[in-house]
């Protein structure tokens, strides 16, 4: 039996995620966002890429403008739904970016159906269900929400995402962030916990995925450290090419806080 052959990409039979459609040209680039937030956070990021591509930005299942599904919390559901927006879209084959809870997306999907994901960029996430989305916290997360019907105690992911350069000088920000995080249907962000607690170990993905992955972190993100780009970029073999990339005086939300330089080493 052949163990490099992934298995069957899921179906998805819920409401096709909310997303925009941006620019064109030959190459598509699918923009993944990190939990609690939305698409929102590439609003900087998406137009400069889409000089040069066409650009989808979704909202992942639950979050967002996007429903929350009615099947099991999993990134297999979330990862079908990602490839009915392909569908939707015709496109046969995205570049894809997923940062942080948007890796986990990413890196399932690229696992589930690797011929529809061209280059990976894998921004401030993990393969490894570990810090920061300890599986037991994230199912604790899932039940205080719910419970209390607010997404309040999640505010500490405002000063975490954001590096004490962006907090200082672009103060803005952590009032979209803010804003996101109060604004999240906290069903949704019940259901995305869930399915972030219920993720897979994704280390093979990154091993092997065979076209480009490019690492991207930021050098003051306290959430995902740049060692952590260290530890899997050693999961590469020297034949397939790998990039890895630190950008100083930046936390943890790379995209929002650092666009302009997210797009020039994106080739926007």
Not at 26 to 54: D, K, M, N, V
Not at 66 to 75: C, F, I, K, L, Q
Not at 118 to 123: F, H, M, S
Not at 182 to 191: E, H, K, Q, T
């Amino acid at each position: 039996m052949d163990t490099t052959t992934p298995p069957p990409a899921p179906t998805s039979t819920g409401a096709l995620p909310a997303y925009d459609d941006l620019g064109g040209g030959e190459r598509t680039w699918l923009l993944l966002h990190a939990f609690p937030l939305s698409g929102r956070i590439f609003e900087r990021l998406a137009p400069l890429l889409a000089q040069g591509a066409r650009v989808l930005v979704v909202d992942l299942p639950g979050l967002g403008r996007s429903a929350v599904p009615t099947e099991e919390a999993s990134m297999d559901h979330v990862a079908a739904a990602l490839l009915a927006v392909l569908d939707a879209a015709g496109v046969e084959r995205a570049d894809v970016l997923g940062i942080s809870t948007g890796g986990y997306a990413a890196l399932r999907l690229a696992g589930l159906a690797p011929e529809r994901v061209g280059r990976l960029v894998l921004a401030s996430t993990t393969p490894w269900p570990i810090e920061p989305d300890v599986p037991a916290e994230r199912r604790a997360t899932a039940e205080e929400v719910e419970t209390s019907r607010s997404t309040t105690s999640l505010l500490d992911s405002v000063e975490g995402g954001l590096g004490p350069t962006a907090r200082r000088e672009q103060p803005g920000l952590a009032d979209l962030v803010r804003g996101l995080i109060l604004g999240a249907d906290p069903d949704g962000v019940a259901w995305v916990a869930r399915a972030v607690a219920a993720r897979p170990d994704t280390s093979a993905v990154v091993a092997g995925h065979p076209r480009e992955v490019v690492l991207l972190f930021g050098e003051e993100d306290g959430e995902t450290p740049p060692e952590r780009a260290t530890q899997m970029a050693r999961l590469r073999p020297d034949h397939l090419p790998t990039s890895l990339h630190v950008l100083p005086a930046t936390g943890h939300l790379t995209v929002l806080e650092r666009p302009a330089e997210v797009a020039a080493l994106l080739g926007g």
